[in-house]
């Protein structure tokens, strides 16, 4: 099994565009950009967007009785332990969605639930900063290339990516 991938120069939102894909009856992939115009964060917060990360979000059906805040955390795991063979240090989660390396932000990750046609979906959003990270007043934040001076495949991440939900896709079901 696999996921469809759909790539984009520019988009509004990652998530969004995963949302329009549902209602359309797509039942799962990957949505990849190398821009996003209007990325979210939790709250309603923007993701800030630099060229050269990686915005995506991935998708697909989950069983109505799943838990949002395991979702979550079990989110935050996936993502932490791909990142971990690129940075090869310490990666914290701070709750409810993102990873710090050196006490810095370097990924968020938001989930949303979708319903269509009586069916239950969950759109992940993963924000990887890799070569380039936002300044925000009061909130220290970091990327790949500057904490390990190693230039990460944004393609091959993606794969990795790919492989751990497809390999742990029945936590969601």
Known sequence: MSFKKYFYKKVNSTNDLAIKKINKGITKGIIIADYQKKGKGQHGKKWLSFKGNLFMTIF??????????????????????????????????KPPN????????????????????????????IGINLIKNPTIKNYPTTNILKETGFKVNKFNLIKNIEKKYIKNLKLFA
């Open 60 to 93: 697909f059906k989950i069983k109505e009785s799943i838990n949002i805040k395991k979702i979550t955390i079990l989110n935050c795991k996936l993502i932490k332990k791909i990142l971990f063979h690129y940075i090869k240090t310490k990666i914290t989660i």
């Open 98 to 125: 993102d990873l710090f390396v050196n006490k810095k932000k370097i990924c968020g990750i938001l989930q949303e639930l979708k319903f269509n046609n009586d069916e239950k979906f969950i759109v992940i959003g």
